[in-house]
């Protein structure tokens, strides 16, 4: 428990760490490896919940997930290749806007959005 007070949640067999900063996707998937960790995968709504309770508390903004439809447009997938198994996408979601939209944040109030890769978001690593 104290290693998780005050920028950690814990939920199921997971942690989530908020690394205080924001990256680009390539270089806050680097953040979260070199820790030995990887970007969130929220597999359920408590795992969902216990992330954007994180977000919150942070208070810089969304974070980014794991996920990415890069391999085949409109199929977002975990990074180990498998369909998404759970989702909370924001009505109108994904959308693919401007057609470079691969990336997926997750807002404050825990609905998701997919967003260009090269945007800066708060990095969060799941353990
Ligand atoms: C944002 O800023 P705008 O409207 O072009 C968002 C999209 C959303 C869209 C929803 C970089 O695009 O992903 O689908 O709002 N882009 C970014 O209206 O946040
Ligand atoms: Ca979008």
């Keep these: 428990k104290v290693e998780l007070f005050p920028n950690g949640r814990g939920v199921d067999q997971k942690v989530?760490?908020?690394?205080?900063f924001q990256k680009p996707f390539q270089e806050a998937q680097q953040v979260?490896?070199?820790?030995g960790g990887q970007l969130p995968s929220p597999r359920s709504a408590a795992e969902n919940k216990a992330l954007?309770?994180?977000?919150?508390?942070?208070?810089?903004?969304?974070?980014?997930?794991?996920?990415?439809?890069?391999?085949?447009e409109g199929k977002f997938i975990y990074p180990g290749g498998e369909s998404l198994v759970y989702?909370?996408?924001?009505?109108?979601?994904?959308?693919n806007k401007g057609?470079?939209?691969?990336?997926?944040?997750?807002?404050?109030?825990?609905?998701?959005?997919?967003?260009?890769?090269?945007?800066?978001?708060l990095v969060i690593c799941e353990f």
């Design 16 to 20: 989530f760490k908020a690394a205080g």
């Design 32 to 35: 979260c490896a070199q820790a």
């Design 52 to 72: 954007q309770q994180l977000i919150e508390v942070e208070n810089k903004g969304a974070a980014f997930l794991s996920m990415t439809d890069s391999k085949t």
């Design 87 to 95: 989702s909370n996408w924001k009505p109108g979601e994904p959308n």
């Design 99 to 121: 057609g470079n939209e691969d990336c997926v944040e997750i807002f404050t109030n825990g609905k998701w959005n997919d967003i260009p890769c090269e945007e800066k978001r």
